[in-house]
């Protein structure tokens, strides 16, 4: 992502979603002409279960397939 480029976002939780879901929610998202999302936020108890502890690997699949359809993500 360079300087020029304007971020058009909203939040996406795909944890909370059927993973299923994911490649079709991917698609809507890019259909939608976002090209930032934000994510993590509502459950960093997950991300951190220790103070200094981060495990980032049970949202592997949806950050890979944002990046692939050239979305970019933001973490909370």
Do not use: C
């Amino acid at each position: 992502m360079n300087q020029d480029t304007i971020l058009y976002g909203a939040s996406f939780y795909p944890e909370y979603m059927p993973y299923e879901r994911l490649d079709r929610d991917v698609e809507l998202i890019k259909n939608a002409n976002i090209n930032f999302v934000r994510m993590g936020e509502s459950t960093w108890s997950v991300w951190e279960p220790e103070d200094g502890r981060f495990e980032p690997a049970w949202m592997d699949a949806a950050l890979d397939k944002l990046h692939q359809a050239g979305i970019h993500r933001g973490i909370s």
